[in-house]
């Protein structure tokens, strides 16, 4: 069963303080693997997609890259404004035919304190 | 342009009462889907239009009701809802629904049900 798994559930940081999120996936065939950034009450706001291992993705303090397993949101130097929901979604080829069903994670709930 | 518009922002009905959630995009999308999020849950799918035909249900009961007039507009109608309704209902829309294809989110409809 496809099945992705994101951790740590919730990560406090002090401003400045980098860190990592990680999603780890079980799919049959990744064809695509999503970031997105929610805050409360908000629909998700899409930050990257990473289509195969090895490839990086990069914008302002976050960083995404991936590997056959699992894919990590490095985020760098975090300011307050960076707190929120950071979801990771991934399609997969189902058998017999293609998808653009989206597999979500449970997400990291991300508290950055000045 | 990434923009998806979902009115209303809020909505209070009762049980017994008939409401419809819009949904609309202009970035020429020919795939939307309608999504439900409770509190801290990932979104999970609940209908897939392409080229303004109904793809997928993900077995959601007949009191949801959804509805696609043009490929801008998405409709979800409401009837005789149960309080374990209550939920953030999203929108979304991708380029169609070929793999790989980004979805982008709405803002969101939060729904309580009374």
């Known amino acids: 069963e496809d099945q992705v798994t994101q951790s740590p559930e919730a990560l406090r940081l002090q401003e400045g303080e980098s860190s990592s999120l990680n999603c780890s996936y079980t799919v049959s065939g990744l064809r695509g693997l999503f970031w997105y950034r929610q805050d409360p009450g908000k629909g998700p706001e899409f930050l990257f997609t990473l289509y195969s291992a090895g490839e990086e993705k990069e914008k302002e303090r976050l960083k995404a890259t991936l590997t056959k397993k699992e894919s990590f949101l490095h985020i760098t130097a975090p300011k307050p404004e960076d707190s929120a929901t950071y979801l990771c979604a991934v399609q997969a080829v189902e058998i017999g035919g293609a998808t653009n069903k989206l597999i979500f994670g449970t997400g990291t709930l991300l508290a950055v304190q000045p | 342009d990434t923009e998806v518009t979902q009115t209303p922002k809020h909505l209070v009905m009762g049980m017994t009462n008939k409401k419809s959630l819009k949904c609309e995009q202009h970035m020429g999308h020919r795939a939307m889907y309608w999504y439900k999020q409770k509190a801290k849950k990932p979104p999970e799918l609940m209908f897939v239009?392409?080229?303004?035909?109904?793809?997928i249900n993900e077995s959601v009961p007949s009191r949801f009701s959804p509805e696609c007039p043009n490929s801008s507009l998405l409709n979800l109608h409401l009837h005789a809802l149960q309080p374990e309704d209550s939920a953030l209902y999203l929108c979304?829309?991708?380029?169609?629904?070929?793999?790989?294809?980004?979805?982008?989110f709405g803002p969101g409809t939060r729904l309580l049900v009374l």
């Open positions: 239009y392409s080229y303004e035909k109904l793809s």
């Open positions: 979304a829309s991708s380029q169609d629904t070929r793999v790989q294809e980004t979805q982008y």
